[in-house]
């Protein structure tokens, strides 16, 4: 097995170094590392980014198709055993996204801004304490939120095991959400005291988590955008038209700690990183125009 493994390894380098591509500046050296398996990131983050932040030589900076074309590249995951949907959401509920509640561990839900305080890997065991999301209803356990719906992909993998796309939400505004597009809701019928809130026109989290939502959409879209993720939508209600909005957030709600960590942490688990959170302006380099196109 360790003799597969590192022959896939090589290869996955040896693709990379073949393209005209690699011969870009060296900011993007450790998205070759990582797309090898060799991880630089040690838990917990150290307070700079690790991507893209070398000097990078003016004039040499990728963007636009070129740009999106070496992400959807480099954000191969290592070559490893593919993790299950059940074993992302364990890492998801106990490591990625327990980043603890006034010093002991507990997982912060995503669309509700509400910490629930524990260190099991199944969602059922993490409570609404009364209506503490002030939406009218005590939920009994957390799911896991796709910020692409699964229903779009058929739940097939790897998407539906992708952590850069998961999150711990209450059950309620989870359903609330269902697979509805992400927009701005000037009249809400469904809503979190943290602003999460549905609407006629689709859903809007809130405001701590739209830069989020926002990345992980442009991820998913360079990850997958070559896989069958239409299924049942009108896509340019759900995506071209929504775009410019998703970059508007990117720009509005930047990476904070929080997400950085997490980053670091599903790459150590699924082995690779989303680029878009160690530089958020890369959405803006790929355009608007070329997001659309996808």
Known sequence: MKRITSILAAAVIAVLSLSPLAAQAPVFESL???????SQFQVPLPEASVLFNAPRAEG????????FDYLHETTV???????????SKAFMYSKA??????????????YSQVCVPGSSDTGDSYKESGDSNGDGVVDSFINAEHIWPQSY?????PMVADLHHLAPTFVTPNGRRGNLKFSRVARATYATSAGSKLGSGGFEPADAVKGNVARAMFYFIVRYS???IRQGMNYSEFWTANVRMLLEWNRQDPPDAAERRRNALVEEFQG????FIDEPELAERISAEVFMAH
């Open 97 to 110: 996204d327990n980043s603890g509640c006034g010093g002991r561990p507990g997982v912060l839900t995503f």
């Open 32 to 38: 070759r590392n990582s797309a090898a398996g060799v």
């Open 153 to 157: 992909f058929k739940s097939a993998l």
């Open 226 to 228: 070559d896989r069958n």
């Open 60 to 67: 040499r900076e990728l963007s636009g198709e070129a740009l």
């Open 272 to 275: 690779n990183r989303n680029p």
């Open 77 to 87: 995951p290592a070559p490893r055993l593919q993790p299950s949907y059940k074993a």
